[in-house]
């Protein structure tokens, strides 16, 4: 079984910041992707960044130059720092995840943490 906790969500001011983690536990042999996605109110499921075990990172259009993603390898731990933040950026994020694990290849996802953007 393998679990995402994610932590950092909250409520912040129009161009501050916020730093999101997400910690994976569990059987794990190895994790390949791991990324951010995240839901605004009536909106589709969208990516935010996403980066490699080999550290390559890839990022939405919306979010280059305010977002940076991070991992790291040994702890099974991702985070995402939020600078300049927006209204629009006010959605549920997500942490996923590209685990090997005792059952095989699987793709898993945290419970989401909320960030609220207010004018």
């Known amino acids: 079984q393998v679990q995402l906790a994610e932590s950092g969500g909250g409520l912040v001011q129009v161009g501050g910041s916020l730093r999101l983690s997400c910690a994976a536990s569990?059987?794990?042999?190895?994790?390949?992707?791991m990324g951010w996605y995240r839901q605004g109110a009536g909106k589709q499921r969208e990516l935010v960044a996403d980066?490699?075990?080999?550290?390559?990172?890839k990022y939405a259009d919306y979010v280059k130059g305010r977002f940076t993603i991070s991992r790291d390898n040994a702890k099974n731990t991702v985070s995402l720092q939020m600078n300049s933040l927006q209204p629009e950026d006010t959605a549920v994020y997500y942490c996923?995840?590209?685990?090997?694990?005792?059952?095989?290849?699987?793709?898993?996802r945290g419970q989401g943490t909320q960030v609220t953007v207010s004018s």
């Open positions: 996923n995840a590209v685990v090997y694990s005792g059952p095989g290849r699987g793709n898993y």
């Open positions: 569990g059987s794990i042999f190895s994790i390949n992707a």
């Open positions: 980066i490699t075990s080999g550290g390559r990172t």
